[in-house]
């Protein structure tokens, strides 16, 4: 029922629930836009392989929303399977956020905290990304006729040395530094790379 639920995948839009099961792993549960009262503007999917170490929040509705940008967008947020509740709470935040101030989210956003993500963790905010743990083909979804219909923006978990750093030399420094870096950036409890 969840991947029926999930992804709309008839019409437009069509290859958004394939491109991320294919790449993400089957859809765990499904959390319905309705799921807390009212219609928050978008599901959220929890995608996985079973046993997996890592797993993925994925928005299902944005796209139907207008927040700027090159395509309509859906957002991603994969961490440790331990991890799950709080990837889901950063996937939800930065997505209601969004629409709440009509954000244009694009590859290099910043977005900065005050607090850590979660207890105990050093991130305190989230650089949108295409997906480092994947091919980047991940990143934009094709319709039947082959053009761009979506794009799918990883939100990568960032500590306040690390957003420093993307603030000042832009995001592409950033990313350099997390290719040299030895830690995982699925992980929360993980140091910071700057």
Known sequence: MAAAAAGRAHGAFGGFLPQITGRL???????????HGGDRGFAVLHLGAPGGEVVAAV????????LGGAHPLELCCTLLTEQAEKAHRIVV??????????????????????QPLAPDCEP?????????FI????????GADGRVELQILTLIPATAAELALAAE???DALYTRWSDFDGDLAD???????
């Not at 859809?27 to 799921?35: L, P």
């Open 93 to 114: 935040q930065v997505a209601e956020m969004a629409l709440e101030y009509g954000l244009a989210l694009t590859s290099g956003t910043i977005i900065h905290g005050e």
């Open 188 to 194: 929360l409890a993980r140091p910071s790379a700057a």
């Open 25 to 35: 792993g089957p859809v765990r549960e499904y959390e319905a836009a309705t799921a």
């Open 135 to 142: 091919d980047a083909e991940f990143e934009l979804v094709h």
């Open 169 to 171: 030399h832009g995001a």
């Open 59 to 66: 928005t299902d509705g944005l796209r139907w929303h207008r």
């Open 124 to 132: 305190v905010g989230v650089v949108c990304a295409g997906r480092p």
